[in-house]
């Protein structure tokens, strides 16, 4: 632990959900934290909430996100409710004064994603979008390695990012909630796309399966065009599970076998392939939730700025508009 932690009060948490993410993701992470506590809990259901407060020693419980953002004591939110609900609670928790880790995507476009962010620094306080991905070692070594020129000039990222889920009252396949593959896991293809080349695509094309029933997209593949490079990805919530992805570049590759979903409790590989072999990179247990609640915490004690700049949630939610707008067009759009 930083010297500086030691000494620094942790920043007070509230969290507008008691879904099934927040008892399996964020509570530990929440727990494990050494400049963040989660000090409140807030769902649409008081039973609810106080069940949960319960059963995980949370000091405070809600029936209403209203009342969780009218505490004084409560600093931060975390907001990790249905995407359609993202710009609405994340202006309220600004007008309330409060510090916003908002979960992907930001928004349902770009541009409910850009209003609602200014909206937040208009007000004073720091907003973040919560791709935690990010925080985990092996992708900053990836940054690292990618910079360095290990593998010479990058030509390709492929991403491949699955899993099952037909339950027709699971918000990932509600299309007005914003479910849909591309919103719930491509949005981490793009996102690791730009967070690896360092910059943004021109254009964007797409190919869309949709469910019959659901109407959300279930199978969507997509290439985005970054100049001498490129982007691809295929992301589907009706096959098998499966995530994975690989760098290419001019003298050797990168493959990250599990990317996203990195669990806390297993160690995690990046496999470097160069003229000289392949060699494996071993990562520490890490748990990339609790990173990104530390630094976000460290964030808010001094003030800014966030570890991620909210100008890339916009950017983020550019692409995938465009990836929208090729699929009724059938043709290359702009990002």
Not at 50 to 69: C, D, H, N, Q, V
Not at 75 to 97: C, M, Q, R, S, T
Not at 191 to 206: Q, T
Not at 238 to 264: D, W
Request: with cysteine; aromatic share 8%; hydrophobic share 45%.
């Amino acid at each position: 632990m930083r010297t500086q932690e030691r000494s620094m009060k942790p920043v007070s948490w509230g969290v507008l959900s008691a879904a099934k993410h927040f008892s399996y993701r964020i509570h530990p992470a929440l727990k494990g934290s050494s400049t963040a506590e989660i000090a409140a809990i807030a769902s649409r259901s008081r039973d609810k909430a106080e069940r949960a407060a319960r059963e995980m020693s949370i000091p405070k419980a809600y029936g209403s996100y209203e009342e969780l953002l009218a505490d004084p004591r409560i600093e931060a939110v975390y907001i990790p409710l249905p995407n359609h609900l993202h710009a609405e609670w994340v202006k309220k928790a600004a007008d309330a004064g409060k510090h916003i880790l908002c979960e992907k995507p930001f928004g349902m476009n770009a541009e409910e994603t850009r209003q609602s962010i200014a909206h937040a620094q208009a007000r004073g306080v720091l907003v973040m979008e919560a791709f935690m991905y990010r925080f985990h070692p092996q992708w900053r070594r990836v940054r690292e390695l990618v910079a360095i020129g290990e593998i010479g000039a990058v030509r390709a990222v492929h991403a491949l990012f699955s899993y099952s889920n037909t339950d027709p009252a699971n918000i990932r396949n509600i299309l007005a909630a914003g479910g849909g593959a591309i919103p719930d896991i491509g949005c981490y293809a793009v996102s690791s796309a730009r967070f690896i080349l360092g910059r943004e695509p021109s254009r964007a094309i797409s190919l869309v399966a949709r469910d019959p029933v659901f109407k959300t997209d279930i199978l969507s593949s997509a290439i985005l065009d970054f100049g001498d490079a490129r982007a691809l990805f295929t992301v589907a919530t009706q096959a098998c599970p499966v995530q994975s992805v690989e760098v290419l570049g001019t003298g050797g590759a990168i493959r990250v076998h599990l990317p996203f979903n990195a669990h806390p409790d297993v160690p995690q590989e990046v496999t470097v392939t160069t003229g000289l072999g392949a060699r494996t990179i071993r990562f520490p247990l890490v748990d990339q939730y609790s990173a990104m609640f530390d630094e976000m915490s460290r964030a808010i004690r001094a003030g800014g700025p966030v570890p991620t700049d909210p100008r890339d949630a916009v950017d983020n939610m550019k692409a995938l508009d465009a990836l929208f707008r090729s699929e009724k067009s059938g043709a290359w759009e702009k990002v």
